[in-house]
């Protein structure tokens, strides 16, 4: 069975960097193919891809916010971590992690999201 | 980059009548590499259909997608009252890799 679940703070100010951490099970990010991603969804908003981390540490991020975004995993710990450097109101979003089980595939499997709000 | 519209934007349907909805790409894309979603309020997409048409691990076979190219169409054939959620179109296989439509709310008449 596959979970993931995101994790980090709710609330973060302008101009700080956000680190989210998801946490998953049932499967691992050494197998061949797997791919773990981020994606964020503003209040009332569509799902925008962020950034996607493959079992070879193959990386692919928007090209809107490549410049802010670093994905990096941890195999050990079954976690991939994502950090969004200065961050702004507009970035007030649920974040997800999501599973991939090959390059070239959808996300199959969801995190819960976690909320987080960009405030002073 | 790939652009992807979904069309309409709310679409008011009763429970049994059968739901059509689109998702126009900007440029080609590999019906290989077509997805769609179903997101209910307060929770995680689900993902329903990959590769344009072939459906996901349990989900009801009265979804179904279609098309290639430039243009996709999920088709939900008798709505039941679980259906009504928001459905985004996903391209999985172009730079930049994973875009999404800007969504479709089906909702009760």
């Known amino acids: 069975q596959i979970t993931l679940k995101e994790s980090g703070p709710t609330l973060v100010k302008p101009t700080q960097t956000l680190t989210l951490t998801c946490t998953f099970s049932g499967f691992s990010l050494s197998t061949s193919g797997v791919g773990v991603g981020w994606i964020r969804q503003p209040p009332g908003k569509a799902l925008e891809w962020l950034a996607l981390?493959?079992?070879?540490?193959?990386?692919r991020y928007s090209p809107s916010l490549k410049s802010r975004l670093t994905i990096t995993k941890d195999t050990s710990k079954n976690q991939v971590v994502l950090t969004m450097t200065n961050m702004d109101p507009v970035d007030t979003a649920t974040y997800y992690c999501?599973?991939?089980?090959?390059?070239?595939?959808?996300?199959?499997?969801w995190g819960q999201g976690t909320l987080v709000t960009v405030s002073s | 980059e790939i652009v992807l519209t979904q069309s309409p934007g709310t679409l008011s349907l009763s429970p049994g009548e059968r739901a059509t909805l689109s998702c126009r790409a900007s440029q080609s894309v590999s019906s290989s590499y077509l997805a769609w979603y179903q997101q209910k309020p307060g929770q995680a997409p689900r993902l329903l259909i990959y590769?344009?048409?072939s459906r996901a691990t349990g989900i009801p076979d009265r979804f179904s997608g279609s098309g290639s190219g430039t243009d996709f169409t999920l088709t939900i054939s008798r709505l039941e009252p679980e259906d009504f959620a928001v459905y985004y179109c996903q391209q999985y296989g172009s730079s930049p890799q994973y875009t999404f439509g800007q969504g479709t709310k089906l909702e009760i008449k």
């Open positions: 999501a599973h991939s089980r090959r390059r070239w595939q959808p996300f199959d499997y």
């Open positions: 981390i493959y079992w070879n540490d193959d990386k």
């Open positions: 590769g344009a048409s």
